[in-house]
């Protein structure tokens, strides 16, 4: 599995656009761009996947240039709610089994 | 929207003890994993599960552990002799085909006395 790199923490006013960036310099030519979103003491959410360019879905986009070796996700007038940890993962998404590896994530703080 | 569901919320325990955590994954999903987040700490992949045996698991998941799908829709983690060190959340998560489409169910809080 690629290694990702992200910011430890971030902070936002509400409304405001917030992106996260990712690297991922090792991805290799099977692997999808996975982002998740952890509140405290719940389970890990699924918010978008990719492979490259551009994805959009009701919560997030995301972002992702012709090398891949990075990505953004980015998510439009946030509120308190968004508060959590969004996890970059980067995976192959050809086998059903292989565990999701979990980094440190990036804790997005909203502010009033 | 169908969810992972977890049962107990919570279990506090003695060291020693023997618990069973459930979990009822999403119907039609074919893939079952079990992970654990020790209290501010990363989420830590523990064992996955596909066609009725362990798919793969992690140097966490040793003989104290242990999973079953006793049924066509429960899905068990055991912990035969509970330590200290096993106080976590425990997340069971399912997936239909692709990997990183996994879905969580909230968590069992589990802390060991």
């Known amino acids: 599995l690629a290694k990702t790199t992200q910011p430890i923490s971030m902070d936002s006013y509400e409304g405001q656009e917030v992106n996260i960036t990712c690297s991922h310099n090792n991805i290799a030519t099977n692997d999808y761009i996975t982002w998740y979103q952890q509140f405290p003491s719940q389970g890990p959410r699924f918010i978008i996947q990719g492979y490259k360019t551009k994805v959009t879905n009701e919560v997030a986009s995301l972002f992702i240039p012709a090398d891949r070796k990075s990505s953004t996700l980015s998510l439009p007038r946030v509120s308190l709610s968004d508060t959590a940890v969004y996890y970059c993962l980067v995976g192959d998404r050809g086998s059903g089994n292989t565990p999701l590896v979990f980094g440190k994530g990036t804790r997005l703080s909203v502010i009033a | 929207e169908p969810e992972v569901t977890q049962t107990p919320s919570h279990q506090v325990t003695q060291m020693g003890q023997e618990v069973i955590l459930r979990c009822v994954p999403i119907s039609n999903h074919l893939y079952f994993y079990w992970y654990r987040q020790i209290l501010g700490q990363k989420v830590e992949f523990l064992v996955s599960?596909?066609?009725?045996?362990?798919?793969?698991k992690s140097e966490i998941f040793d003989d104290q552990f242990s999973v079953e799908r006793p049924d066509g829709s429960n899905f068990t983690l055991k912990i035969r002799s509970t330590k200290l060190e096993d106080s976590a959340m425990y997340f069971c998560?399912?997936?239909?085909?692709?990997?990183?489409?996994?879905?969580f169910g909230p968590g069992t809080r589990l802390l060991v006395l």
């Open positions: 998560a399912s997936s239909e085909f692709r990997i990183e489409t996994q879905y």
């Open positions: 599960f596909y066609n009725n045996e362990i798919s793969e």
